[in-house]
């Protein structure tokens, strides 16, 4: 089931962004409950994205240990089926407030271990 596998709570939100017409969502994580300390989550066929006005992700690296911050963190989500799929609403927050991201989908799909330097190339 997809809800059992958004397990993400106080996770770091790396970045979030159009990809031809799935919609990705990357996050980072402590990797408890098994759960790899990297994913991407894949909205497949993204009909539909809406990102609370002030919703801005910034993130860095630190080089001298290898770590990845960031200003936004995953604090909740709500997965509803629809006709057409699915529908997520998450609860973001930033250092401003608390924002909210909608994403409507026909699927879902979990990359982990994605590669950090992805981020950057706007992959």
């Known amino acids: 089931e997809i809800k059992s596998r958004f397990r993400f709570s106080n996770a770091a939100v790396l970045g979030a962004r159009r ?3 799935d919609f990705h969502l990357f996050i980072e994580s402590d990797g408890e409950d098994k759960c790899s ?3 991407k989550i894949i909205f497949r066929n993204a009909y539909s994205v809406d990102r609370e006005i002030g919703l801005r992700i910034v993130t860095g690296e630190d080089e001298k240990y290898g770590f990845v911050f960031s200003n936004c963190k995953y604090l909740y989500e709500e997965i509803y089926r629809t ?4 529908e997520f609403h998450f609860l973001l927050w930033t250092q401003r407030a608390l924002r909210y991201l909608t994403v409507a989908c026909e699927d879902v799909e979990f990359d982990e271990n994605f590669d950090i330097g992805e981020i950057r190339k706007g992959k």
């Open 37 to 39: 300390p990297r994913v």
């Open 83 to 86: 006709d057409k799929g699915y």
């Open 19 to 21: 990809s031809g017409k």
